[in-house]
């Protein structure tokens, strides 16, 4: 019986690690935003809307990606809650859970480093793929429960 237990409490460490990296991020677009209003000397009220932030500022990668983290990974933490709740969790799901993580990872160091966009595109694309299969292999075995 502990096996099944462990799993079902596993599926919520990819999703934490994943809320770590978007911490991660959130620390880097104050660093920046920070550096540059310095820099630049950008009084805070000058950027008291998104359309002024672009408008205004130059360095907008981190807070572009840190608003990116909170689109589609919003679709995996639900799906881990769920996994975790309907004790639907099995070793495939982790790993894609897992996968998921380590792309998005990867997507977030191409963003806010060489921003090649063709690079960015296509691990967006394969955690995409991996997510939405994570949804059908979810549906599957709850419809089959």
């Known amino acids: 019986m502990a096996g099944p237990l462990q799993i079902q409490y596993a ?30 000397r950008i009084h805070p009220q000058q950027l008291a809307s998104a359309k ?8 907008v990668a981190a807070s572009d990606h840190f608003r990116n983290l909170f689109e589609v990974p919003v679709l995996f933490y639900v799906l881990c809650g769920f996994l975790a709740i309907t004790n639907l969790t099995n070793l495939l799901l ?27 595109f296509q691990l967006f694309f394969a955690s995409s793929i991996v997510l939405y299969a994570m949804w059908l292999l979810f549906a599957v075995r709850l419809l089959t429960a």
């Open 11 to 40: 599926i919520l460490l990819p999703p934490t690690a994943l809320a770590l990296l978007t911490g991660i991020v959130f620390l880097r677009l104050y660093r920046d935003r920070i550096a540059e209003m310095r820099a630049r």
């Open 52 to 59: 002024a932030v672009h408008e205004t500022l130059q360095n």
């Open 94 to 120: 982790l790993a894609c859970a897992w996968g998921y993580v380590v792309l998005r990872g990867a997507h977030t160091y191409v963003h806010l480093t060489s921003n090649k966009v063709i690079r960015r």
